[in-house]
T-cell receptor, first 116, second 116 residues
Framework: GNSVTQMEGPVTLSEEAFLTINCTYTATGYPSLFWYVQYPGEGLQLLLKATKADDKGSNKGFEATYRKETTSFHLEKGSVQVSDSAVYFCALIVETPTGANSKLTFGKGITLSVRP | KAGVTQTPRYLIKTRGQQVTLSCSPISGHRSVSWYQQTPGQGLQFLFEYFSETQRNKGNFPGRFSGRQFSNSRSEMNVSTLELGDSALYLC???????????????FGEGSRLTVL
């Protein structure tokens, strides 16, 4: 089956610190990979995605590179802000020709707190 | 453009009762998915509907059911509620072209169900 493993949290950082959140996956088939973010009191939002090996997704200063050889999709940001405080979810989807396996598989999420 | 709207936002039920949750997707989105979010299990896929047909189903008991209407609005129903059904139920819509699902979901803020 498909699964996503995220590093244990929570994570607390000072503003302007470097952020890495690890994500590894197992998948039957060729997955597309995603990072979703959930800000306090809001629904999940897509942060970035990558659909094939070596693709780099980026948005709002966050980046993640699809590494097929290590089955990883680690999220990084060079300088975090207080407004980045949220819960971050790594996810994957594996398509079939009929779209029958169209569900997103999420990791458990990790809470990031950034202090001023 | 209006986002995904879920109603009700909060509800309290007692064991043995049943509940119906509603979701209005973004205009033009034909796929609606439902997820259960709990602190222990994280985000778990319930089912997905596309053009009024259930296209995929997660590993939940038959007490969990859903449907989609011709205007793409969706409802999910949980019968014979148990304490463990207490969770945030998230609805997500996506723009699907044919059988393809890009995995780019737009989530509502969720319906928080408490079972006493």
């Amino acid at each position: 089956g498909n699964s996503v493993t995220q590093m244990e949290g929570p994570v607390t950082l000072s503003e302007e610190a470097f952020l890495t959140i690890n994500c590894t996956y197992t998948a039957t088939g060729y997955p597309s990979l995603f990072w979703y973010v959930q800000y306090p009191g809001e629904g999940l939002q897509l942060l970035l995605k990558a659909t094939k090996a070596d693709d780099k997704g980026s948005n709002k200063g966050f980046e993640a590179t699809y590494r097929k050889e290590t089955t990883s999709f680690h999220l990084e940001k060079g300088s975090v802000q207080v407004s980045d405080s949220a819960v971050y979810f790594c996810a994957l989807i594996v398509e079939t020709p009929t779209g029958a396996n169209s569900k997103l598989t999420f990791g458990k999420g990790i809470t990031l707190s950034v202090r001023p | 453009k209006a986002g995904v709207t879920q109603t009700p936002r909060y509800l309290i039920k007692t064991r043995g009762q049943q509940v119906t949750l509603s979701c209005s997707p973004i205009s033009g989105h034909r796929s609606v998915s439902w997820y259960q979010q709990t602190p222990g299990q994280g985000l778990q896929f319930l089912f997905e509907y596309f053009s009024e047909t259930q296209r995929n189903k997660g590993n939940f008991p038959g007490r969990f059911s859903g449907r989609q209407f011709s205007n793409s609005r969706s409802e999910m129903n949980v019968s014979t509620l148990e304490l463990g059904d207490s969770a945030l139920y998230l609805c997500a819509s996506s723009l699907v072209l044919g059988a393809e699902n890009t995995g780019e979901l737009f989530f509502g803020e969720g319906s928080r169900l408490t079972v006493l």
